[in-house]
Nanobody, 124 residues
């Protein structure tokens, strides 16, 4: 089966940091674009950051620019999201996702393989 498993979420105070990891199994991540998406209750899932295969082109939601960094280690079949200077509005369930070969817009409709999500809560 093709699957993604997220980890690294938790409760953190404003200004703190978390590092999310997403491990792929059943396929080689080197041929897939990947992304991180956030969902809050009652709202649509939205793109936080995406990264392409081969060229490692990246994109970021405006609100996280300068604070979050997406990266990948294809040898480990893993995608990361380093989150620094966290804010309460960053709170939500973070999902990783992958799509074969084509890098498109960083939105949920472009992605085909999804993890189960990891909760991030930023509060004092």
């Amino acid at each position: 089966q093709l699957q993604l498993v997220e980890s690294g979420g938790g409760l953190v105070q404003p200004g703190g940091s978390l590092r999310l990891s997403c491990v792929a199994s059943g396929f080689g991540l080197d041929l897939y674009g990947a992304g991180w998406f956030r969902q809050v209750p009652g709202k649509e899932r939205q793109g936080v950051s995406c990264i392409s295969h081969h060229t490692n082109h990246t994109s970021y939601e405006d609100s996280v620019k300068g604070r979050f960094i997406i990266s990948r280690d294809d040898a480990k079949n893993t995608v990361y999201l380093q989150m620094d200077n966290l804010r309460p509005e960053d709170t939500g369930i973070y999902y990783c996702a992958a799509v074969y070969a084509v890098f498109g817009v960083c939105q949920p409709s472009a992605y085909e393989i999804w993890g189960q999500g990891t909760q991030v809560t930023v509060a004092s």
